[in-house]
């Protein structure tokens, strides 16, 4: 006898069975369990991918932040209230995510800047330095000594945005591109009376971590010790930090728990994170659920039939079929549907995936266009599962019988 008329003689004598409505919602059920669970896995890999992409989307925030002490009402007018002290800083070096801290010092002299020619602009100016290692675009003359006359400063690239869209539109003058602004002369008055220097400043670059004007260090401490006025404190009023996972709540709760205060924008992928972990929990939950559901319903599927067939499987027995080989016949008959439900859930994903780097694209970001190997591990742990369940449980209903 051939294995093919084997086969049908068995199909006719084991698969005799009604109620095939239970089988398909079983594996309905089966096929959106497994789909929201690699969903879900897509969803927290993705997100991931755009927190920490290599150097493919920087602009989601940078793990640099500028943090200062919340200026409230009851704080308003206190001296020193929002001042970090010693034991401050050496407590946001052991916070959560905190790699490095580093002080914003600021100038506690005068500075009065004063450009000529075509933009006839004075005011007041104030300067701040930070450790060159928390410098984002660091340009490569980038050094003061005592005795120069000649001041090189970076300028918050938001500066730059206000004057060319706001204020210049406003005065009726020329807008300014980046290169412009560094071939413009810039003359700065520092300190009062017969004591005040006068220094040639020249913009050598444009930050978009730091939203002020900086200067180098040796400069700020020359002109602090020389022309600061008396009383000044010289505790930093602002912080500047690197920080491995801004978006990690934990970190953002001890900002908030400490009353610091920061750029929100910064934070915005704290709540992101905090949403996106909130909704893989509840699809993952929902999907194991289904899964369990779907797997109870088509085991019992299995078992009924074999029940159904209890007379048929007697006698095979008796014409010498074994139990293992009566177990394959049946596993064969079953695992492919567990095989293809799998394959129908991670077509759907790999369409999703496709889809979501293709909007995110439209932003300015970047995602793979297949999912990644988290989603692929899921999907094989998932079904050697449930494929282990299935045969055992019909090598346990035919050794019942």
């Given at each position: ?176 591109s980046q290169s412009s602004v560094k071939s413009i002369a810039l003359n700065l008055k520092v300190g009062e009376g017969d004591k005040a220097e006068t220094f040639s400043a020249h913009v050598v670059g444009f930050s978009d971590r730091i939203g002020s004007v900086l200067a180098p260090q040796s400069f700020i401490d020359y002109g602090n010790k020389t022309h600061g006025k008396p009383g000044a404190t010289e505790a930093p009023s602002q912080l500047i930090i690197k920080a491995k996972d801004p978006s990690d709540t934990k970190f953002g709760d001890y900002l908030q728990r400490h009353d610091y205060a920061t750029n929100t924008e910064n934070l915005r992928w704290s709540k992101m994170r ?128």
């Amino acid at each position: 006898m051939s294995d093919k008329t084997q086969d049908n003689i068995l199909r006719k004598l084991l698969l005799r069975t009604q109620h095939r409505s239970r089988l398909w919602a079983a594996l309905a059920a089966l096929c959106v369990g497994t789909t929201l669970l690699l969903l879900s896995v897509m969803i927290w890999w993705n997100f991931r991918e755009l927190l920490y992409g290599k150097g493919q989307n920087d602009t989601l925030g940078s793990t640099f932040l500028v943090i200062g002490k919340r200026v409230t009402e009851q704080n308003m007018g206190v001296p020193g209230a929002t001042i970090f002290s010693p034991g401050d800083v050496d407590s946001l070096r052991l916070a959560p995510q905190v790699q490095e801290v580093g002080v914003i010092t600021s100038n506690h002299f005068p500075v009065y800047a004063m450009m000529g020619g075509k933009l006839p602009l004075s005011t007041d100016l104030p300067l701040e330095c930070v450790p060159d290692n928390f410098i984002d675009k660091m340009p490569p003359d980038w050094k003061w000594q005592p005795g120069s006359r000649d001041l090189p400063i970076i300028v918050s690239s938001q500066f730059l945005d206000i004057y060319n869209y706001v204020f210049a539109p406003s005065q009726g003058l020329p807008q300014l591109s980046q290169s412009s602004v560094k071939s413009i002369a810039l003359n700065l008055k520092v300190g009062e009376g017969d004591k005040a220097e006068t220094f040639s400043a020249h913009v050598v670059g444009f930050s978009d971590r730091i939203g002020s004007v900086l200067a180098p260090q040796s400069f700020i401490d020359y002109g602090n010790k020389t022309h600061g006025k008396p009383g000044a404190t010289e505790a930093p009023s602002q912080l500047i930090i690197k920080a491995k996972d801004p978006s990690d709540t934990k970190f953002g709760d001890y900002l908030q728990r400490h009353d610091y205060a920061t750029n929100t924008e910064n934070l915005r992928w704290s709540k992101m994170r905090a949403i996106v972990e909130v909704v893989v929990t509840a699809t993952g939950i929902l999907a194991l659920l289904l899964m369990g559901i779907g797997t109870l319903v088509f085991v019992l599927f299995i078992e009924l039939t074999i029940a159904r067939a209890q007379q048929s499987l007697t006698l095979l027995l008796q014409l010498g079929y074994g139990p293992r080989y009566l177990s394959k016949f049946m596993s064969r008959r079953f695992l492919p549907m567990v095989l293809g439900t799998a394959i129908v859930s991670m077509i759907i994903t790999i369409v999703g995936q496709y889809v979501a780097s293709g909007a995110v694209q439209a932003q300015g970001l970047v995602l793979p266009t297949l999912p990644g190997w988290p989603v692929w591990a899921a999907l094989v742990v998932s079904t050697a599962i449930l494929g282990a369940l299935v045969s055992g449980s019909i090598s346990g209903a035919i050794k019942k019988q």
